[in-house]
Structure formats: C-alpha cells, structure tokens
C-alpha cells in the first residue's frame, strides 16, 4: 500500500520545511520529485538529499506568483519526465500585522503567494492532469482558514488560507469526473523557519492552547500527503486533512 514507485511529482515551496519533509517523504515511497522554490541554491541541496534516496530529482527556480514562471515551470518537469502525477502546492508566507496598519502591498503579497499562487499552479498542472486523464493535487492549507489565531495578529493569512481551503473544494467538484483528484492538508503549529521566528511569549502561548501542548514536526504532516498522494485514496477528493493536535477541537 502507498507504493509511490514511478510515480512524478512536484513540491512547491520544497527548499526547507514542510516541503523538504514532504519531497524527502514521496521519494522513500519511490516518486521522482522537482524541488521548487526561488531559493534555488537550497532546493538544489533537497534535491541532492531526495536523489540519495533512489529515485530522480532536480531543483526548479520558480516565482509561484507568476504566471509565466508557473507555466515554464510546469513545461519543464513535462518536458523531463512526460507527466506529472501528484502536485504539492506548499509554498506560503505568513506577515503578522494589526489589520489597521497592514499596508495594501503586505495584504496583497500574503494573498499572491498563499492563495493565487495556488490557483495558477492547480490551473497549470490541472491541464496536465486532465489530459492524462489522472492526477493528484495536494495545496496546503492551514488551520488558520478554520479559526482565528491568538494572540498575533495574521488576518491576511487567516483570509488566504481560508480562501485555499474553498478553492480545493471547488477544484475537486469540477474535475471529479476528469480524473483529477483535489485536496489540501491544514497544519497546525508546525515548527518551521516561520513559526521558529515568533516571539517567546506567542510561542508559549501557542502551546497552552494545543490540547497535545507541544508544535508538530514537518515529518509529522508526510503520511497525510503520502495518502493523498497514493492510488489508495481514489475516493477522497474535496478533502481537507486537518493535523492540528486537537487545536481546532476546542
């Protein structure tokens, strides 16, 4: 089961984090996987760690922002491998900011990367996937599109990540029946770059409010994608995998 042998795939976002766990975690399952992100050096690095597992990989420097860089981007894996079986649209970015003193051009550069960023992406690799006539499509999302975090002020994020759970859904019910397949996982605190980056006393609070009272791991999260990702999970499409540690339970 969640034999992942032969299988192409993509990580967004793959340089650190959730996205190097993720690439790490489809490669020891036998997918060959293209490391995106525009740090390039460091998704080279991945790349090198993902190739030491067996399979083929190799890093593309990509702006998901773009449409252009999305669409060469796409073009360049196709032209590397033939298809693309599963896309893990990961890449996202997190500006804490009073809503009153948020400038337009910090909302509108959270929204770009968290939520268009993921509509240019799925429209890109969805034509790929339409015309083989399968594919799985993965977005991360977060448990911040379900609650309001506290105490830091993210409304941007929140309203992005919200705004790519709905996207999956609608994503899913449009292409049930072309054979591609649509849903996203929403994380909890995960311990990453941007969550190492808050202040003490936010991250105290966060685990007070964590029924499991610690921050999950980005290794933690790869059996979730591992799942969507496989040919075991045919029947779950418009899924949103919530891996919070109860968080949005109480």
């Known amino acids: 089961m969640f034999d ?14 959730i996205g190097r766990a993720v690439s790490l975690g489809l490669a020891e399952r036998g997918a060959d996987v293209a490391i995106v992100d525009l740090a390039v050096d460091t998704a080279r690095q991945v790349a090198e760690e993902v190739k030491a597992k067996g399979v083929d990989s190799f890093a593309i420097e990509c702006d998901v922002t773009k449409e252009d860089q999305v669409q060469g981007m ?5 032209g590397r491998w033939g298809r693309i079986d599963i896309a893990h649209n990961n890449a996202g970015i997190c500006i804490n900011e009073d809503a009153e003193n948020m400038s337009y051009a910090q909302w509108k550069k959270v929204i770009d990367v968290n939520l268009s960023s993921i509509f240019l992406t799925c429209k890109e690799v969805g034509k790929v996937m ?11 999302a977060s448990m911040s599109g379900h609650i309001v975090n506290f105490p830091q002020p993210q409304c941007s994020y929140n309203a992005s990540k919200a705004g790519v759970i709905l996207l999956t ?10 054979g591609v397949r649509v849903n996203c996982i929403s994380p909890g605190y995960i311990g990453t770059a ?5 202040c003490d006393a936010w991250k105290e609070s966060w685990k007070q409010q964590i029924p499991i009272h610690r921050l999950g791991t980005p290794e933690e999260l790869v059996s979730a994608i591992i799942y969507l990702a496989s040919d075991e999970s045919s029947y779950t499409t418009g899924c949103d995998v919530v ?7 109480i």
């Open 4 to 17: 992942l042998t032969g299988k192409k795939a993509y990580v967004t976002g793959g340089a650190g984090g």
């Open 74 to 78: 796409i073009k360049a894996i196709v």
């Open 130 to 140: 339409i015309a083989q006539g399968k594919g799985s499509i993965i977005n991360t």
């Open 169 to 178: 859904k609608s994503l899913a019910v449009e292409w049930v029946n072309k």
């Open 194 to 198: 941007i969550t190492q980056r808050a």
């Open 243 to 249: 891996v919070d540690g109860a968080f949005t339970c």
